[in-house]
């Protein structure tokens, strides 16, 4: 099972609004609306961000949104704050009843 | 409140194994089952494997298939995974994550343990 593609940054100014995208197949993000999204700033254990596509966990902020086009998903971060700084990484259920990963992208605030 | 608290630090030479432990509190530990996550230095997350604490189940990823076996002790509610004929690309920060039971296909890991840093020298 290949990781799933990220860019490996994108970066964006305080108060702007960035996306980031997690392209897989349709034995993965496109044949389920099982996709979540993990926050890790460094040294840290990954955080749970968004799953199911497009649900938040209790005590994320409101800020974070999921949604999922065809074999693309997407994380969109508004209202950009330096705490937002970190990696990201995308996850997916597969066909073959495993989970796979992207390969991460480093969020930068400018 | 919930957590994972994972064993400490090893250092193993190649050819040997490793059992790692993740002790789970603060929920109904037969409820929710357990992933288990690696990241080598400087990598990304790369899925290792999961199992229901329910039945038992498990499925592993095809890279360590055949060298993993990942367990769990419903007596002193701990989750357990050991890696056998270690390599040195086996090096990295393992961790256990608590995975919600609401449908077959959850990949929200909600809860994670701290890690447990693996490192394989000859």
């Known amino acids: 099972q290949s990781a799933l593609t990220q860019p490996a940054s994108v970066s964006g100014s305080p108060g702007q609004s960035i996306t980031i995208s997690c392209t897989g197949s349709?034995?993965?993000?496109?044949?389920?609306?099982?996709v979540s999204w993990y926050q890790q700033h460094p040294g840290t254990a990954p955080k749970l961000m968004i799953y199911?596509?497009?649900k938040r966990p209790s005590g994320v902020s409101n800020r974070f949104s999921g949604s999922k086009s065809g074999n693309t998903a997407s994380l969109t971060i508004s209202g950009l704050q330096a705490e937002d700084e970190a990696d990201y990484y995308c996850?997916?259920?597969?066909?073959?009843?495993?989970?796979?990963f992207g390969g991460g992208t480093k969020l930068t605030v400018l | 409140q919930v957590q994972l608290v994972q064993s400490g630090a090893e250092v193993k030479k190649p050819g040997a194994s490793v059992k790692v432990s993740c002790k789970a509190s603060?929920?109904?530990?037969?409820?929710?089952?357990f992933s288990w996550v690696r990241q080598a230095p400087g990598q990304g997350l790369e899925w290792m494997g999961w199992?229901?604490?329910?039945?038992?189940?498990?499925n592993y990823a095809q890279k360590v298939q055949g060298r993993v076996t990942m367990t769990t002790d419903t007596s002193t509610n701990t989750a357990y995974m050991e890696l056998r004929s270690l390599r040195s690309d086996d090096t990295a920060v393992y961790y256990c994550?608590?995975?919600?039971?609401?449908?077959?296909?959850?990949?929200?890991?909600?809860?994670w343990g701290q890690g447990t840093m693996v490192t394989v020298s000859s």
């Open positions: 603060g929920y109904s530990f037969n409820t929710y089952g």
């Open positions: 994550a608590r995975r919600p039971p609401w449908n077959d296909g959850q990949v929200g890991f909600d809860i």
């Open positions: 199911d596509v497009s």
């Open positions: 996850s997916s259920y597969t066909v073959s009843s495993t989970c796979v």
């Open positions: 199992i229901s604490t329910y039945n038992g189940n498990t």
């Open positions: 349709s034995s993965d993000v496109g044949g389920y609306n099982f």
